[in-house]
């Protein structure tokens, strides 16, 4: 009877972790709210980041593009602050 409560109390747990590895990154709050992409365009062109594309993913703007000496990066960025959204680890 231990063993199956145990593990059941494990897959209850795992369950829980993926759910919030799910949840929004950046828990932004209400689209109206945000600052337009284009802000972030901007702002990161003026950092010498060449925007490829940028999507809504996980709460946060995800921006592909390459970096001033033509490295690809993918990285998340807060819609309200425009700040860069440390990886979770």
């Known amino acids: 009877m231990k063993r199956i409560v145990t593990l059941s109390a494990m897959a ?4 829980a972790s993926f759910a919030a590895s799910a ?6 709050g209400p689209k109206d709210q945000w600052q337009p992409k284009e802000a972030l365009e ?3 062109g003026a950092e010498g980041i060449k925007v490829k594309r940028i ?4 709460g946060c703007y ?3 593009g390459t ?5 690809h990066i ?6 309200k602050t425009l700040d860069v959204v440390k990886p979770r680890g």
């Open 12 to 15: 209850l747990a795992l369950c």
């Open 23 to 28: 949840s929004d990154k950046c828990q932004a």
């Open 42 to 44: 901007k702002k990161l």
């Open 55 to 58: 999507k809504v993913e996980d």
């Open 62 to 64: 995800e921006v592909y």
């Open 67 to 71: 970096d001033a000496k033509g490295k």
């Open 74 to 79: 993918e990285q998340y960025y807060h819609p």
